[in-house]
Antibody
Framework: QVQLQESGPGLVKPSETLSLTCTVSGGSTNINYYNWIRQPPGKGLEWIGYIRSTGNTDYNPSLKSQVTISSDTSKTQISLKLSSVTAADTAVYYC??????????WGRGTLVTVSS | DIVMTQSPDSLAVSLGERATINCKSSQSLLSSTNNKNYLGWYQQRPGQPPKVLISWASTREFGVPDRFSGSGSGTDFTLTISSLQAEDVAVYFCQQYYNSPLTFGGGTNVEIK
């Protein structure tokens, strides 16, 4: 059973860079895609991007200019950086993983508020 | 991008009655390679992360009660709760994983009447 735990600052100032980490434990050999997904308060889900076990990444075109997803070589720490944030980036950020595009596991999420 | 459209936005159903949620995709999610529909359903209770209920349009995940069922193919899909229980109050989302970017439906809020 894969477990995912998001961590990072809960408050980020406008124009700064949001940085979050997802710690992966209880590994499963078939899990090879690690996603970041966000949910603004009271709204729906938006896929941000993923990193594969090969190191390849893919990002949502709507966020591509702002986003970097990276990982350590063992895939136990998945990082998200979102630059030049605004209030519109306030959301619960989830780490989610699966085999291929199919998401099987979700972290509990972490709320990030963008405010001065 | 594949656009996922859910209906209705909200639904109030009496305990023990059937709840039906629809999801329509802007292009087919059926793979000609393996004859599978790349469509999942999630349940999100208040304050919790989404939980996978159904994968491949109709395959219940381990531990999901059999009152939850998924059906449909191509572009039109349905999640049915056959006999609504109090613990089923939640928002339900569909999601396509046919191609990138992964996209979600807007959600259906299910309440008790």
């Amino acid at each position: 059973q894969v477990q995912l735990q998001e961590s990072g600052p809960g408050l980020v100032k406008p124009s700064e860079t949001l940085s979050l980490t997802c710690t992966v434990s209880g590994g499963s050999t078939n899990i090879n895609y690690y996603n970041w997904i966000r949910q603004p308060p009271g709204k729906g889900l938006e896929w941000i991007g993923y990193i594969r076990s090969t190191g390849n990444t893919d990002y949502n075109p709507s966020l591509k200019s702002q986003v970097t997803i990276s990982s350590d070589t063992s895939k136990t720490q998945i990082s998200l950086k979102l630059s030049s944030v605004t209030a519109a980036d306030t959301a619960v950020y989830y780490c989610a993983a699966g085999a291929g595009y199919r998401i099987e596991y979700w972290g509990r999420g972490t709320l990030v508020t963008v405010s001065s | 991008d594949i656009v996922m459209t859910q209906s209705p936005d909200s639904l109030a159903v009496s305990l023990g009655e059937r709840a039906t949620i629809n999801c329509k995709s802007s292009q087919s999610l059926l793979s000609s390679t393996n004859n599978k529909n790349y469509l999942g359903w999630y349940q999100q209770r208040p304050g919790q992360p989404p939980k996978v209920l159904i994968s491949w349009a109709s395959t219940r995940e381990f531990g999901v009660p059999d009152r939850f069922s998924g059906s449909g193919s191509g572009t039109d899909f349905t999640l049915t709760i056959s006999s609504l229980q109090a613990e089923d109050v939640a928002v339900y989302f569909c999601q396509q994983y046919y191609n990138s970017p992964l996209t979600f439906g807007g959600g259906t809020n299910v309440e008790i009447k």
